[in-house]
């Protein structure tokens, strides 16, 4: 058995495991569901359901409606290895109607929150000197996109 997570769309349930798998890697589409008759969010002979996975977990695209929009109170973490790999992420999640938040936080055309972070963070966040973290935290509340060497040189003092 394996816990797989459902996103609610309004309709573009396949656009956005297209694009999805497009960007992550291990990514990849499976079947989909046709609505058998007439729902509250489709009519019947749409596509209800896509399934497809990203970085190797399982995803359901549902075409329920618009009675359901997503919030920030659900957001996916992508753990990137460095700074490039930041920008990357950050650059084709915004892009196409994305919205930048703060703190590494966006959403994507589709209204899904992300988290574009790297572990590194934890070294300026959590490390072994207060003070170094509190200018790191501040300096990260100062962004949108994280900057690794930004929040290197707050949490070094310099």
Not at 51 to 56: A, D, M
Request: glycine share 10%.
């Amino acid at each position: 058995m394996e816990l797989t997570t459902c996103l609610w769309f309004n309709g573009r349930a396949r656009e956005a495991a297209v694009f999805y798998t497009s960007i992550f890697p291990n990514s990849s589409m499976a079947d989909n569901w046709i609505a058998p008759t007439d729902t509250p969010g489709n009519k019947q002979g749409e596509e209800i359901i896509v399934n497809f996975t990203i970085f190797g977990r399982p995803f359901i695209g549902l075409n329920g409606g618009p009675q359901f929009p997503h919030s920030e109170a659900i957001s996916f973490q992508i753990p990137c290895a460095d700074q490039a790999e930041i920008d990357k992420y950050w650059n084709i999640l915004i892009a196409d109607g994305g919205q930048e938040s703060q703190c590494g936080w966006l959403k994507d055309k589709f209204g899904v929150s992300w988290q574009v972070i790297a572990p590194e963070m934890g070294m300026y966040l959590g490390g072994p000197d207060a003070e170094g973290s509190q200018r790191a935290t501040q300096a990260m509340l100062g962004m949108k996109k994280i900057n690794l060497a930004a929040m290197k040189k707050a949490y070094e003092g310099v």
